[in-house]
């Protein structure tokens, strides 16, 4: 899951940033990495999971770093992170990993969170 969710979204960063970098000949852009809510709220029957989300919002805001390296800085890349709202599929959804009354109460939460103005 690391590799996948984490590894594979600062590769293909670096390998962006290469191609598409102004100081390398491209024309700049806008990077997009998915992370997840679990990754702004605490997502406990998911824990991995959540980690690996919670380290690419944290990559992706380290990129707008003042101290970033001029290498980033000078790229004329902005990168940004979408983070879906639970979404119940045959992995995350299945009743082993996650029984439908605590998927229900996790849901729950977070929109109360997001209600309260907690995320946006």
Known sequence: MVDINL??????????IKY???NNGGQGGVIINTASIAGILPFGLLLSYSATKWA?????QSFA?????????NSGIRMI????????TNI???KVLCPDEQW?????????KRDEGIIA
């Open 7 to 16: 590894k594979a979204v600062i590769a293909g960063t670096y390998l962006a």
């Open 81 to 88: 992170a979408v983070c879906p709202h639970i979404t119940q």
């Open 56 to 60: 690419v919002v944290g990559f992706t």
């Open 20 to 22: 598409m970098g102004k």
């Open 92 to 94: 995350f959804g299945s």
């Open 104 to 112: 229900d109460n996790a849901a729950r939460s977070a929109l109360l």
């Open 65 to 73: 770093d003042p101290n970033a390296s001029d290498y980033v800085k």
